[in-house]
């Protein structure tokens, strides 16, 4: 070691001169992709501002957003690329719109190639991209949806019995919904996505390595072993591994004719009907292929409806107006001492519940921010070209507050028939996304959120503990109230209705 020493002694000054050399470049590209748009005048080398990125998410964007008032997007740089905020609708539009190879690829995670696997549907555009979606269309037909708010309803009461109980077994003490609320929504996407596939153990590894990915998420993109990042990288793997094997399962029942009791079954009969008629496989339906798209499925519903949960109970803890109006038109259609399902025409006629729940999507939308990467050089403006290879960041959070009437006020009854601000000021709702890559699972997720909604103030009673800083958000890897959202619950209803899975 002492002799290696010596020999690189006399080239320390050519060494310590090549270091500085390549910060400076790096310094000087990134000022050349800047020019004159807001963002940090100095960054640190390769790993620009991912540190406070890491240790105060919450921050970091609310600086960029600052900083992107004046021109509508902002710049920065961490771990060696360049990227973009956008907090400009218009500007976020315009990124939607030319989801293409030479414009933009959307990711869903800044380093998500590496997470989420080249084959994914995330990653597709152009005319596959169409065909897959059409492929998808029969996953959320009427039929489908009955089906799915069925298990739904079943799940999210079985878990509010048990958080009722938790809740009495500690009188006093709150209870923080975030991970309570996380798993009945894996065992709900569990359920309906691949139903009785997944056995109980499975559901168990399921659950560990889904926490694994959770986890990595919110970590710095280092593939290494020890790192979280990793973990999450192998955890994915075998979570789609364990999709692949209920896509078969599922393929092989409905060769047979049963009908569907979940959503893979309900993609598989389209894909067996197809083959019938063709006689041979639609592209993109192998159960490899179907098992990859069923992940990304999984991660679009599971943190953003956990989030949603959560701000849900916070603001109508906040807004007793609103609670006691909700508590009031679902008391007037379902009873939970009937011993029966909220049915799809029971749904429809909570219009002032799905009208709360269209707000608070808008008021705290799960996914704030949508990365994509640029493909080439893409003029944003007449006056500034997106770099080739900058992330760049569409910012749904700014857009939920632009436009609509007092846009910082949670106010329910912009949804109203007599308002209707999803129509006016559509262009601003951007929970789901817009353009070719708009989630094709809202319908879904609106359900969720409404069904959760009317069981959960219907069947308890609830108060929020709060505490200084309680409503600010925590990323993850969606927002969520910082404190976990703390409640005491005790049963509202004489007794709990009497619902089956079986």
Not at 39 to 55: K, Q, S, Y
Not at 248 to 256: G, I, L, P, W
Not at 387 to 398: A, H, L, Q
Request: proline share 6%; glycine share 4%.
């Amino acid at each position: 070691m002492f002799s290696f020493l010596s020999f690189l002694s006399p080239f320390t000054p050519f060494l310590a001169t090549l270091f500085v050399l390549i910060l400076l470049l790096e310094q000087i590209s990134y000022l050349r992709k800047k020019r004159n748009v807001p963002g940090p005048n100095m960054v640190l080398p390769f790993f620009g501002n991912a540190i406070p990125l890491v240790r105060e998410p919450t921050r970091f964007w609310e600086l960029q957003a600052d900083l992107a008032s004046s021109l509508g997007f902002s710049v920065n740089y961490i771990i060696g690329r360049f990227i973009v905020f956008i907090r400009n609708t218009e500007l976020s539009h315009l990124v939607f719109a030319n989801v293409r190879p030479d414009a933009f690829l959307f990711v869903g995670h800044p380093f998500g190639k590496k997470l989420f696997r080249e084959h994914s549907f995330i990653y597709m555009f152009g005319q596959d991209h169409k065909d897959l979606r059409r492929q998808i269309a029969p996953n959320f037909t009427p039929k489908a949806l009955s089906t799915y708010t069925a298990l739904q309803q079943i799940i999210i009461l079985e878990h509010l019995k048990s958080w009722e109980r938790l809740s009495s077994e500690s009188p006093g003490k709150p209870i923080s919904l975030r991970l309570l609320a996380r798993d009945m929504n894996l065992e709900t996407s569990q359920t309906v996505f691949v139903g009785r596939y997944l056995s109980t153990e499975a559901r168990d590894k399921f659950r560990d390595d889904y926490n694994l990915f959770n986890t990595g998420l919110m970590k710095l993109p280092f593939d290494l072993p020890g790192f979280a990042f990793r973990n999450a990288r192998l955890a994915v793997e075998r979570l789609v591994e364990a999709l692949n094997d209920c896509a078969a399962q599922s393929e092989k029942r409905m060769f047979q004719g049963d009908e569907p009791s979940c959503l893979i079954d309900f993609w598989m009969q389209e894909t067996v009907r197809e083959i019938a008629e063709s006689k041979t496989a639609p592209p993109d339906s192998s159960s490899d292929e179907i098992g990859s798209y069923l992940f990304d499925f999984l991660f679009a519903a599971q943190d953003a409806s956990t989030s949603s949960l959560l701000w849900a109970v916070s603001l109508l803890d906040s807004h007793p107006d609103v609670l006691m109006r909700v508590r009031e038109e679902v008391s007037s259609i379902w009873s939970p001492e009937s011993d029966a399902l909220i049915n799809a025409e029971q749904l429809r006629e909570m219009k002032y519940t799905q009208a709360v729940a269209r707000e608070v999507i808008r008021y705290r939308p799960p996914a704030t921010l949508v990365p994509h990467i640029a493909m080439k050089d893409f003029p944003l403006t007449e006056s500034y070209t997106i770099p080739k290879g900058t992330i760049v960041f569409p910012s749904v959070y700014e857009s939920s507050f632009q436009g609509f009437t007092e846009a910082d006020r949670f106010d329910p009854d912009r949804f109203s028939e007599d308002r209707q601000e999803e129509v006016i000021f559509k262009r601003n709702y951007l929970a789901f996304g817009a353009g070719p890559h708009q989630c094709v699972g809202q319908r879904y997720a609106l359900n969720h959120l409404v069904l959760f909604i009317a069981m959960f103030v219907t069947v308890l009673d609830f108060k929020r503990h709060q505490t200084d800083g309680c409503d600010e958000f925590m990323y993850c890897p969606t927002i969520c109230p910082r404190d976990g959202c703390s409640v005491s619950l005790s049963r509202r209803c004489p007794r709990y209705p009497n619902l089956s899975l079986n």
